[in-house]
């Protein structure tokens, strides 16, 4: 079956600009999550949907970042006055949690967001 | 969740067995040791978990101490195609849906 997807694959940006990244979770997965990734670093956390809510943003690194779930599927982080310092891959992944399964998040290719 | 510790590369013969260990010293009771890793360009894979037996799964095995302070994640029969950044990654139970907090984890070079 289909993976997480990620569009685009590739943004450039202008410092200032308005961007969206969009994420296609698995189909039936009601948890999705949002990483980002500088260069030699490991993924930091952003934030963390279970269906349309959000169940912990405390990694969105300020008020700049924003993402929605709408209707418990799709999600779009998006990110207002673009800084160099948000250039980053940026990952989504899901899963699906049941009582005694959440063993693995689902990773997507990631986005890499270049801010010019 | 608690921190972990990683060496930062490693070195493996095409064919031999990868030991790569992690140290999670303040790692609680009910916290369960992840392994994931990333493939150059790819988002990370989820590899194997454990809480404190012995778990062996297609891709790996992982072995925890009796005291739970550190463990290792074995692949017996590493391929060009294992060269990877291998995270260690400690966090509660499955079925609580929780963040993933990497460290910056150990690239393993495969060679031929």
């Not at chain 1, 999705?32 to 956390?45: A, D, I, N």
């Not at chain 2, 194997?48 to 012995?54: A, V």
């Not at chain 2, 060269?83 to 609580?96: D, E, L, S």
């Amino acid at each position: 079956g289909a993976g997480v997807s990620q569009t685009p694959s590739n943004k450039v940006t202008e410092k200032g600009k308005y961007v969206e990244l969009r994420c296609d979770p698995i189909s039936g997965h009601t948890a999705l999550y949002w990483y980002r990734q500088s260069l030699g670093q490991g993924p930091e956390f952003l934030i963390y949907f279970q269906g349309t809510g959000a169940a912990d943003d405390s990694g969105l690194p300020n008020d700049r970042f924003f993402a929605v779930r709408p209707e418990g599927s799709v999600s779009t982080l998006k990110i207002q006055r673009t800084e160099r310092g948000d250039s980053a891959v940026y990952l989504c992944a899901s899963s699906l949690i049941t009582q005694d399964r959440d063993r693995e998040q689902f990773f997507g290719p990631g986005t890499r967001l270049t801010v010019l | 969740d608690a921190k972990t510790t990683q060496p930062p590369s490693m070195d493996c013969a095409e064919g031999r067995a990868a030991n790569l260990p992690c140290n999670h010293s303040t790692i609680s009771g009910n916290e369960y040791v992840y392994w994931y890793r990333q493939i150059h360009s790819q988002g990370p894979q989820y590899i194997i978990h454990g809480l404190k037996n012995n778990e062996t799964n297609e891709m790996a095995s992982l072995i925890i101490t009796e005291d739970r302070k550190s463990s290792t994640l074995i692949l017996p029969h590493a391929t060009l195609r294992d060269t990877a950044v291998y995270y260690c990654i400690v966090r509660g139970r499955p079925g609580t849906a929780s963040k993933l907090t990497f460290g910056t984890g150990t690239r393993l070079q495969v060679t031929l």
